[in-house]
């Protein structure tokens, strides 16, 4: 089992910064290509943004391309999302998530574990 916790989220006006944090519990961390997904409200779960197990590669949807960047850190066992740039049509629910596979399978694949989310919105 893999525990997830976001946090970070928050109401922001356009143009402003976020970084998301995502804290991990239970098996080891480093085995778990790591992800982030958002849902905005009437949509369905959508990718963001995924990375490898050493954080060697990086995946991205292309319209978060450039300003939203993931990174991870094994020794603290926590994966983050910079947002920069924030745009309103990035508002919503920001899901960490953990599959075992690659990074590149996440785009594609369900992953094993959720976070609970944390709400991001941006206002005009």
């Known amino acids: 089992q893999v525990q997830l916790v976001e946090s970070g989220g928050g109401l922001v006006q356009a143009g402003a910064s976020l970084r998301l944090s995502c804290a991990a519990s239970?098996?080891?961390?480093?085995?778990?290509?790591m992800g982030w997904f958002r849902q905005a409200p009437g949509k369905e779960r959508e990718f963001v943004a995924s990375i490898s197990k050493s954080g060697g590669s990086t995946y991205y949807v292309d319209s978060i391309k450039g300003r939203f960047t993931i990174s991870r850190d094994n020794a603290k066992n926590a994966v983050y999302l910079q947002m920069n740039s924030l745009k309103p049509e990035d508002t919503a629910v920001y899901y960490c998530?953990?599959?075992?596979?690659?990074?590149?399978?996440?785009?594609?694949?369900?992953?094993?574990?959720w976070g609970q989310g944390t709400q991001v919105t941006v206002s005009s």
């Open positions: 239970g098996r080891i961390f480093s085995t778990y290509a």
């Open positions: 998530a953990a599959r075992l596979g690659t990074a590149q399978d996440m785009r594609v694949f369900r992953p094993s574990y």
